[in-house]
């Protein structure tokens, strides 16, 4: 059995077999490196030379294949790529549907679907499609396109198509292969344009991304499309009333179900409060957010950022595939590219018509020549070709000088097929004059290979007229805001005490109820053994027997103020402090005391704003003490670090403390800048320094459409897009401004004090083309006024004091028309009240941004101080002597 089983076997062939098997893991490694190139080149990425994937490339070669004009079945379509496309009906209707919801290169008829709403086009049998006007003008010229074989060997298809635009920057692209991925955000289409023709010029470039459904994006971190970069794009969200907001467009990657769904799922875990939402959206996106009573629009703004998809971070990694590998490249250096391969294939293009142009005259000049000179009379002495073709040598040789090239046999076999009725009929005038255009033509394509690039900025100038009407940015790009959560979200959490065993948490529920609080919300607690821990929101958590103050935390408050006295030891000395909690770190416990085992608290106050207590220590009767009572004042101590021990207060044993007389606050009033960038208010000095605030102090505002609004000073203000004047709101302040009427076509002015109210006021008349031309706080302002020139008439240019010109009138009063003269322009001169006021201030840090009401206030307050001088408020106004 043994001989049987190894019969035939060859030990010396069987080892040479073995060194020849490809073991298993081998086959794998081979096997994947070629899926994962196949996936790479073929599937994923798009190539750098026309900005297109494979099967997009041969969607468009197929319906110029059979375009006529005509709308085509996209099912039929579908069909004649199949023959290019290898990948079944699927991919290609999917990538077809891809492409004509970009409306840039496909005519597209029919429910194509939705990119707002996410809804899917219509079966392929039910819509058509043919390449648009721009698509037929840059993606196709058979003479310049690279061809070759299909899948099957069956048919040819294009290479690269000659795209002669940034299509993918125009498209943008998205793709994963095996172990690489790729995403080119969609650029603006006439920016494009723009940036191709400086990028010619040599001149540096710098584009950014731009989205069908528009939207604002923060484009600081793109970093040229590069792996790395990401950009912030915001929904763009208004205040429909004080009850109502509503969405009118939506951040790139995301529907309106999407939307609407992120928003209903933060509101279900309380993060914002909202009664209902509506979907009107149809052609434009509209999506209603009702708002329960008593919630603050702006408040939820911010909340939708920082809690939905109304604000999503999008990360570029552009990478397309150059030269049969894929490349890391920034979006800047792909337009470069593509402005220098439109340059190039425009050179082909004249190259190629330079030679057909020239080859026209060149035959046209031998047909001239022929019939001219008679050369076909003695065809019938030759009776062969040889002989003839000779014969015509010999007659042409005296003429070869005034040719552009050598004749060849094909020129000859050309002049021997002119029919005999043309050769009757041939006019020489006519032929001159064919021959003249000719000339001119081939000129003027020499002319144009010799300055290329000014032919290809003139081409881009071109396509930017014929196609770029209605191609305008959609998305707002501008500096946005970092919004913080916990600033922004509700309170959607209860918080629950047991002082006596020292236990916090949302879960205490038969425990004392302290406050709401949301559940990102850290929470500070102070303990009477002078302990103080910062610990999340929790179902429970432990602080520390005798709880005596429960908070919530917020992280570098250096306004509120910790006022403490406490004892050190069981039987120490009494020490008080004032200090601030800037920042801790989370669940560690902190000791507020000097550390002495047994210290007790006997005071502690929580001061928002600073607030300095007076109390009583009421001290224990001991013999040879003479006073019992000490009065002590917070105000007189400095706020210094938690860590701070404290001042003595007495080395006697305490009885109790007594509230002598609630405090004021010791701080001084927290100055606000306005971001013109952002449109907010900060306390980081960027931006226009707005004032001091405390209190009821409010912000004063009007927009270029002529309402006027008074706002608080709460950071989460949202103001208007078009503010033309913030500042500091001062009651007795007066305002002078001047709007064109849009019902009168005219100029009018008006001085007036603002009210004291909640609600918009409109300053100009209500007519949609009324607008607030000029406004201005200063407290006696020159207007210098400009007029037009008129036939007849030469009207001198005016200099108006408002103050005595313009009468103090109602708020609501239409005003004084500013002159019956066509007006050209109308400039705010430079009192001499601010001239003044930038010399008294000259050398002053602080001035730098200040608005006028504020350079006033404090060039006033250096006069006073300096020169001991009176001012004096007359008629309202403030007005001082120099």
Not at 339 to 345: D, M, R, S
Not at 453 to 481: C, S
Not at 841 to 852: C, Q, R, V
Not at 858 to 877: I, T, V, Y
Request: aromatic share 10%; glycine share 6%; with cysteine.
């Amino acid at each position: 059995m043994d001989n049987q089983l190894f019969e035939g076997f060859d030990s010396e062939n069987n080892h040479k077999d073995v060194d020849n098997i490809t073991h298993v893991s081998g086959m794998f490694k081979n096997w994947f490196i070629d899926y994962a190139s196949y996936v790479i080149l073929e599937r994923a990425v798009p190539a750098i030379n026309d900005g297109l994937k494979p099967v997009q490339r041969r969607i468009l070669h197929s319906m110029w294949e059979l375009e006529d004009g005509r709308y085509n079945k996209v099912a039929n379509l579908i069909g004649n790529t199949m023959k290019y496309h290898p990948h079944g009906d699927a991919s290609i209707g999917d990538a077809l549907v891809g492409i004509g919801q970009k409306d840039l290169l496909i005519d597209c008829q029919g429910n194509w679907g939705n990119i707002l709403t996410g809804d899917s086009a219509a079966a392929p049998r039910y819509i058509e499609a043919r390449l648009s006007k721009f698509g037929l003008d840059v993606l196709f010229n058979p003479k310049v396109t690279d061809w070759g074989l299909s899948y099957d060997g069956r048919n040819k298809e294009p290479i690269n198509l000659p795209v002669k635009f940034p299509l993918l920057l125009a498209h943008g692209v998205e793709g994963i292969a095996v172990g690489l991925a790729c995403k080119i955000l969609p650029h603006n289409f006439n920016e494009l344009i723009d940036a191709c023709i400086q990028s010619l010029k040599g001149k540096k470039i710098s584009i950014y991304p731009d989205f069908q459904t528009g939207g604002i994006a923060d484009c600081n971190d793109y970093k040229d499309g590069l792996r790395g970069g990401k950009i912030k794009v915001r929904a763009r969200i208004k205040e429909l009333n004080a009850k109502t907001l509503i969405i009118t467009e939506i951040p790139f990657g995301t529907t309106t179900g999407s939307l609407i769904e992120s928003i209903l799922t933060a509101n279900d875990k309380g993060k914002i409060k909202v009664k209902k939402v509506e979907d009107n959206t149809s052609e434009n996106v509209e999506i209603l957010i009702h708002l329960q009573p008593g919630i603050s629009p702006d408040k939820t703004i911010d909340a939708l950022y920082a809690f939905t998809n109304c604000e999503v971070s999008i990360s570029g990694n552009a990478c397309v595939i150059e030269n049969e590998k894929p490349r890391f490249i920034g979006v800047s250096e792909i337009l470069k590219n593509s402005a220098q391969q439109t340059l190039e294939i425009l050179k082909r293009e004249l190259e190629i018509e330079k030679f057909e142009l020239e080859e026209k005259w060149h035959f046209a000049s031998l047909e001239k020549i022929f019939i001219k000179e008679e050369m076909y009379i003695d065809f019938k002495k030759y009776t062969t070709k040889e002989s003839l073709y000779q014969y015509l040598y010999e007659s042409f040789k005296s003429y070869k000088k005034k040719l552009l090239r050598e004749i060849t046999d094909e020129d000859l076999h050309r002049l021997t097929q002119i029919p005999m009725i043309r050769i009757t009929r041939f006019d020489s005038i006519k032929a001159d004059d064919a021959m003249k255009e000719l000339d001119e033509k081939i000129a003027q394509a020499k002319h144009h290979l010799n300055n290329i690039t000014e032919y290809a900025i003139d081409f881009f100038k071109t396509i930017k007229k014929k196609h770029g009407e209605g191609k305008e940015r959609k998305t707002e790009i501008k500096q946005l805001e970092i919004i913080e959560a916990k600033q922004v979200v509700l309170a959607n959490e209860k918080l629950f005490v047991n002082r006596t065993e020292g236990f916090i948490g949302t879960g205490l529920k038969k425990d004392e109820f302290l406050f709401e609080c949301s559940d990102i919300d850290d929470i500070i607690a102070f303990t009477k053994e002078g302990k103080m821990k910062v610990v999340k929101v929790a179902d429970k958590a432990f602080i520390g027997k005798d709880i005596l103050h429960v908070g919530i935390f917020k992280k570098n408050d250096e306004r509120t103020t910790y006022n403490m006295i406490y004892r050190d030891g069981p039987k120490g000395i009494t020490f008080m402090k004032r200090f601030n909690v800037v920042g801790v770190t989370r669940d560690k416990e902190y000791d507020l005391t000097k550390g002495s085992p047994g210290s007790t608290v006997y005071w502690f106050t929580v001061n928002p704003n600073g607030e300095a207590d007076k109390v009583i220590v009421h001290l224990r009767q001991v013999s040879g003490l003479r006073k019992f009572e000490l009065d002590v004042d917070f105000s007189e101590m400095e706020v210094k670090a938690r860590t701070a021990v404290g001042n003595i207060v007495t080395k006697y044993t305490v009885n109790k403390i007594s509230l002598k007389e609630k405090g004021t606050s010791t701080l001084a009033g927290e100055d606000f800048w306005f971001d013109e960038n952002t449109h907010r208010l900060n306390k980081e000095e960027r931006g226009t320094y707005i004032g001091k605030f405390s209190g009821d102090d409010k912000i004063l505002t009007v927009n270029a459409a002529g309402f006027y609004k008074l706002y608080t000073y709460d950071i989460l203000n949202h103001f208007d897009d078009d503010i033309i004047l913030i500042e500091k709101f001062i009651p007795t302040q007066i305002l002078t401004c001047i709007y064109f009427d849009g019902e009168s076509k005219s100029y009018f002015t008006k001085r007036f004090t603002p009210e004291v109210t909640t609600a918009k006021v409109q300053l100009v008349t209500e007519n949609e083309h009324s607008r607030m031309e000029l406004i201005t706080s200063q407290i006696n302002p020159l207007i210098e006024i400009k007029f037009s020139k008129e036939k007849g008439q030469n009207i001198a240019d005016e200099i108006l004091k408002m103050a005595e010109f313009s009468p103090l009138v109602n708020i609501k009063a239409k005003g004084k028309k500013l002159s019956t003269y066509k007006i050209k322009e109308i400039n705010l001169k430079e009192s001499a009240e601010i001239s003044a006021a930038k010399e008294f201030l000259e050398g002053d840090t602080e001035k730098t941004g200040l608005s006028p009401m504020e350079l006033h206030r404090r060039a006033m307050e250096k006069l006073n101080r300096d020169n001991n001088k009176d001012f004096l408020d007359g008629d309202s106004q403030i007005t001082f002597d120099f």
